[in-house]
């Protein structure tokens, strides 16, 4: 059965205090590896698509890597408005065409 | 661009009564899906569509049903709503072509409350 599980469930940071959010997966054949943010009450806002082990993508203080069983989203100098709750979600190859398999997400806070 | 729009924005139900949710996706995109999200949980896919045709279906019963119409806006419909039906109804728009590079974008959601 596939599997999205993240980690930490909640995440305390000082301002440029830098950390890591991990999501391990367990998929037969992962076609891409969605990292997405949300704010309270709204709708998740894209972030990063990552493919194959080995790759990596980066937007200001946020860094996603990938491997075979895991994906990281590093997140560098975090300021208060990167507070959210990060969401990390799975497209497995041969399914319904674009289906997004989701984790619980970590929420993150940052404290001045 | 507009992204993708939703409504209404919340909506507040008795139990068994019906309810329907509309969504228009982003211009040019031809795939529509909805994910329902339950306080503290990350989205559970409920049903796809791309050019008026159902492509998938989770795990839900069938007083969840769905259609997509020419102009590719799309209404998720809820029967006999239950209690457990209270969550946040997220609707994601693609282009559909099955790229590698097909990625979903989210509306704001629709917060339903079932009393």
């Known amino acids: 059965e596939d599997q999205v599980t993240q980690s930490p469930e909640a995440l305390r940071l000082q301002e440029g205090e830098s950390s890591s959010l991990n999501c391990s997966y367990t998929?037969?054949?992962?076609?891409?590896l969605f990292w997405y943010r949300q704010d309270p009450g709204k709708g998740p806002e894209f972030l990063f698509t990552?493919?194959?082990a080995g790759e990596e993508k980066e937007k200001e203080r946020l860094k996603a890597t990938l491997t075979k069983k895991e994906s990281f989203l590093h997140i560098t100098a975090p300021k208060p408005e990167d507070s959210a709750t990060y969401l990390c979600?799975?497209?497995?190859?041969?399914?319904?065409?674009?289906?997004?398999?989701f984790g619980r997400g970590t929420q993150l806070t940052v404290w001045p | 661009d507009a992204g993708v729009t939703q409504s209404p924005t919340h909506l507040i139900k008795t139990r068994g009564q019906h309810v329907t949710l509309r969504c228009s996706p982003i211009?040019?995109?031809?795939?529509v899906s909805w994910y329902q999200q339950v306080l503290g949980q990350g989205p559970q896919f409920i049903f796809q569509?791309?050019?008026?045709?159902?492509?998938g279906r989770g795990n839900f019963p069938d007083r969840f049903s769905a259609r997509q119409f020419p102009n590719y806006s799309s209404e998720l419909n809820v029967n006999a709503l239950l209690l457990g039906d209270s969550a946040l109804y997220l609707c994601?728009?693609?282009?559909?072509?099955?790229?590698?590079?097909?990625?979903?974008?989210f509306g704001p959601g629709t917060r339903l409350t079932v009393l």
């Open positions: 994601a728009s693609s282009l559909g072509t099955g790229a590698s590079t097909d990625t979903q974008y």
């Open positions: 998929v037969s054949g992962l076609r891409g």
């Open positions: 990552l493919y194959s």
């Open positions: 979600a799975v497209q497995r190859r041969g399914s319904t065409l674009g289906r997004l398999y």
């Open positions: 211009s040019g995109h031809k795939s």
């Open positions: 569509y791309y050019e008026k045709e159902e492509r």
